[in-house]
Structure formats: C-alpha cells, structure tokens
C-alpha cells in the first residue's frame, strides 16, 4: 500500500526472527498499523513481542519475511527511517551521573530538528527534575525520562517497548493520556504492554502474540467478541437445574452449578439472558446475586496462556525450550 491517505505506516509480513543459538523466536507473523493509530503487542512472557520490535526498530534484521516502516526497510534502510520514528526500549540506559536536562540536552543533540528539551521533559512530568542526576531517579521516573528521549525528534512512528512498567497508577494514567494525545495530533504508535487495561483503553487494535506467533487480532471488541461471555445466579429455593428452561436452545454453550450458584457460558449473550429473564418473570421467581458479563480482554488472554498449559508438552513448539534474557546475557 501507498505512503498516503489511510496507509499503513507499519507492514510485517511473514516475521520470523532466530536467534544465534538457532531458537526461533518469532515465527511467521503478519500484521500492518496504519497512520494515526495505537496498536498493541500483547503476549505472555518470552512470546516474542520485544524480538518483533527491535525488527520494527531496525536494530535486527528479520531471519524471513518482509517489514516495512514509513515503506522503508528498517534494517537496510536505516538512515530514512531513523530520523521519523521514536524508539522507547524496555531497558533504557543513561549515564547515571549526568542530571535530567543533561541527558535530555545530551540526547537532542543527535536528533535532528530536536523539540526543546524542556518541552518534552514537561510533557512527561519532570520539570520538577531538570537538575536531578539520573541514578537518583526512581524506577518510574526513568521510565518517564525514556519517554521523554523518544518525543524528541517529533517521531511520525514511535515505538514504546512496555512504556508504563514500573509507573505508579497515576505514572500510567498520565501516559496513557499523553500517548491518546500523540495518536490524535497523527503519531502512529505500536507499544507492548503486559496491562490487559492499558491496551484496552488505548489501542485501536492489538496482536495477541504467543509462542512467536499471533493467536489473536483485531480491536480490543473483536478479540473480546470471540471470547463467551458469562451470566451467573443463585438457583430459586426449590428448582432444580433441570428446571430451567433448555439451556441449548437459550444459547448457553455450558453451564456449571457450585452451592446452587449456576454458572453459564455463552456466545449469544442477549438470547440467554432475556431467556433466562422471561422464564423468572413467568415463574415469579427472583434471581438473586444476577451478575451478567461480556467477556474481558483478560478472559481473551488467559484463554490462549492456558492453551499452552493444556498442551501434551506443556511448554513451547520448538525443540529447545527458550532460555531467559538472563541467561542469554551470561
Ligand atoms: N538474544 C537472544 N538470544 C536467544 N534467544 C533470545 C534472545 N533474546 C530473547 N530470546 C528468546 O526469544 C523469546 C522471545 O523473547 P522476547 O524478549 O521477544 O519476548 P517478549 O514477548 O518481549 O517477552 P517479555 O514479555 O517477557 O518481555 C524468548 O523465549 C527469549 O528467551
């Protein structure tokens, strides 16, 4: 697609990425961000999604497939996309003697057309901390300064590995804000994020990526649509389950009963629950401790970790279980 209009300012197609040791760790995966949106990565731990940025970011070169950012290879192309994107990694490293505004100042003098650093520093919270030296910082406020850094340059693209890890509620919320605010001037944004709430109140759409691969897309409402929603209820003193009406033809997809605490599931919501209401109302009956629910971006999630679990091997596709960053650094 064109560089114009509603193009797609991010293009992965076919994404395999390996490491040296031969572990794949993204394995074929396709997904596009067009301009102005918020898209999110989503994944259990090692899933893959900083291994696909760092592609995105032009720091690795893909093992398969084709990524293009602003119609540029991020990779071999470097030098056109660099000025036009920002980059926010998990693990930013400063050197922890320079002050706040040092640092910023250090940083604005490799970008070009840099925005004022004390602009940016305020956008995030710091101008409170211009003189402050970086080891001083809490982890918090280095996630801050990161995002800072990333703003400089006035990225069209910015990408944001887990930006509110380690931030307070508050951290989080004024984050959220200030990237809902990016995103409406037009910044196209792709973060990660561990937060099931984070990408449900920002993204437009998201990737849930597991074992390298995507095991769901769409908006936050899609990927929740897929999943069964639940209503549950205390069963009126003398009825028994076989009372209800038939749950199928409601439909309820299955049901469990604990204490007489009746738990249904199902994906037709508004077709069992008027089902279920119109048989109380016709037997007089109360249903007490009614709790009625769609299903959450959490319930969407914790469904695919738990098809891993459930799986014969109980771990990963691949023949060598991944080892941890740790490791690898050792
Ligand atoms: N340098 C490396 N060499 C070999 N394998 C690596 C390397 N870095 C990461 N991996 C492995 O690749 C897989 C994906 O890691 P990645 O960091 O992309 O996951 P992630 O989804 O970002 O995880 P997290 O949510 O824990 O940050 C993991 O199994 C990890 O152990």
Known sequence: MGTNGHEHVIEVTGLRRVYGGGFEAVRGIDFSVRRGEVFALLGTNGAGKTSTVEVLEGLAAPADGRVRVLGHDPYTER??????????????????????????????????????????????????????????????????????????????????????????????????????????????????????EEAENLADRLAIMHEGRIAATGTPADVTAAQPSHISFELPTGYFVGDLPPLASLGVDDHEVHDRMVKLRTRELQRAATGLLVWAGQAGVELRR?????????????????????????????ATAPKTKKEYAA
């Open 79 to 196: 030098a056109a996309v660099r000025p036009r994107t920002g980059v926010m990694l998990q693990e930013g490293g400063f050197p922890s003697e320079l002050t706040v505004a040092e640092t910023a100042r250090m940083w604005a003098g490799c970008v070009s057309g840099a925005r004022p650093p004390a602009e940016v520093l305020a956008l995030v919270g710091l101008e409170s901390k211009l003189d402050t030296r970086v080891k001083q910082l809490s982890g918090g406020q280095r996630r801050r300064l990161d995002l800072a850094l990333a703003l400089l340059g006035d990225p069209e693209v910015l990408f944001l590995d887990e930006p509110s890890t380690g931030l307070d509620a508050e951290g989080r919320r004024d984050t959220w804000e200030l990237v809902s605010g990016l995103r409406d001037a037009g910044t196209t944004v792709l973060l990660t994020t561990h937060y099931l």
């Open 290 to 318: 009614l709790d009625v629910r769609s299903a959450s971006l959490e319930e969407a999630f914790l469904s695919i970790a738990k098809e891993v679990t459930a799986r014969p091997d109980g771990g990963p596709a691949g």
